[in-house]
């Protein structure tokens, strides 16, 4: 795994990102916190999460086709830029106690709409910072693990900056980090030419689309992973209310269980990492839904602070798993032509459970309690498991199949 790094563009660009990201969910846990601080509601909560997520839900699959038409490197430059620009702009209005409600609305949407098109940029950009192809298993699974390790390091970062400097610091902190990115960016020399013909740009997401629904390796996927990630998300959404009710330890509490979250994704990340071959990745896929479910059962019995914090540690692990899971798959099943396309419709699934689940997450903490949220949406996720499971269980045989030796008596 460790052969990626010998890549010079890679290296470059998991430094540049890495700080970056670590930043960026210093941003997100403020965010989060001062969003349920202006609400003090669940239901609210809820809302206004799946009201700011919408821009990207609604331009992702444009915004693939998009992406595959123009030079990622340079896209990749301008989007970093007007993230910075963002933070800093948060941080100010922050600073001088200028954050209203309708402010964090404008501002997450904006979030939103950017982040649609820079997710498919870095998904596709990857496979292009690689000359050695046998590599680019790992690349995918290192560049996961790089974005889940800054996960378990950036919420906890920012639990203690608001505690002891309030939490403008934490945005402007956040903009300085988007100059690593840019740095990076800036140095990386690829070689091959990106043509910037392609279809237009309807045209282009209906067909991506339609190739991903006449390919079973690519569907089910994605289509298990958006069931399972939406029954997730209702319960994720909630992180700054358990923080609050349960564990009784404000803004720290919430940077702690979204590190033992993102301390949980990187071993998911990394045992997924290990795993090669498509054929032992798809059964670690459901496996991983299935821990997900129980954990988040044991998470609606949980009723200790400590006990919490291990059971994020847990659902870190799971979802992550699954998340990495199917983006190898995905990543290793379609040509670089169809990469931002098919790509963009993964992160529409990530990014269109996140409204779903938070609204449906507000809605079950407003009228059945926090914990029995909790419940439902763990026999949910086993219930979907069970669903797809004959499906997967199709896709394996085939894939065995196809990898026995040549000459082998089927």
Not at 158 to 173: T, V
Not at 193 to 200: A, D, I
């Amino acid at each position: 795994m460790l052969s990626v790094f010998r890549e010079r563009n890679y290296s470059l660009f998991f430094t540049g990102q890495g700080l970056s990201l670590i930043g960026s969910w210093i941003q997100s846990t403020t965010f989060n916190w001062l969003l349920y601080q202006l609400t003090d509601s669940a239901l609210q909560l809820g809302y206004l999460t799946a009201l700011m997520n919408l821009p990207a839900l609604l331009l992702l699959p444009l915004a693939g086709s998009l992406v595959d038409r123009f030079d990622r490197r340079r896209l990749l430059l301008v989007l970093q830029s007007l993230f910075m620009v963002q933070a800093l702009i948060l941080g100010v209005i922050t600073h001088f106690e200028l954050l209203t409600l309708p402010l964090v609305v404008v501002m997450g949407c904006i979030q939103s709409l950017l982040t649609a098109f820079d997710g498919p940029a870095r998904q596709a950009i990857v496979p292009r910072l690689v000359h050695d192809k046998a590599t680019l298993p790992a690349a995918i699974s290192v560049n996961s693990m790089l974005f889940n390790s800054a996960r378990a390091i950036g919420p906890p970062i920012a639990g203690w900056l608001m505690a002891q400097l309030g939490p403008a610091p934490c945005f402007l902190l956040n903009a300085l980090s988007y100059l690593f990115m840019l740095a990076a960016l800036v140095l990386i020399r690829l070689s091959e030419p990106v043509s910037s013909m392609g279809p237009r740009p309807s045209r282009g997401a209906l067909r991506n689309l339609g190739f991903i629904l006449a390919t079973p390796t690519l569907r089910y996927p994605i289509f298990s992973y958006l069931s399972v990630a939406v029954a997730t998300m209702s319960v994720y959404v909630l992180l700054p209310v358990w923080a609050h009710e349960v564990m009784g330890a404000g803004a720290q509490g919430l940077g702690w269980l979204m590190g033992g979250i993102g301390a949980g994704a990187l071993v998911g990340a990394l045992v997924v990492g290990l795993q090669r071959r498509p054929e032992r990745l798809w059964p670690l896929f459901r496996q991983a839904a299935v821990l997900l479910g129980l954990s988040l059962i044991l998470l609606s019995l949980s009723t200790h602070a400590w006990v919490v914090g291990g059971v994020t540690l847990m659902l870190g692990m799971a979802y992550i798993a699954q998340g990495v899971a199917a983006n190898t798959l995905l990543q290793l099943g379609i040509d670089d032509e169809h990469r931002a396309g098919v790509m963009a419709f993964y992160l529409l699934a990530a990014f269109g459970s996140i409204p779903i689940g938070n609204l449906l997450g507000g809605w079950l903490a407003q009228w059945l309690g926090l914990h029995q949220a909790a419940l439902v949406s763990g026999v949910a996720v086993l219930g979907i498991t069970a669903l797809f499971w004959p499906t997967s269980n199709r896709v394996i045989a085939s894939l065995e199949r196809e990898a026995e030796p040549a000459g082998a008596v089927v």
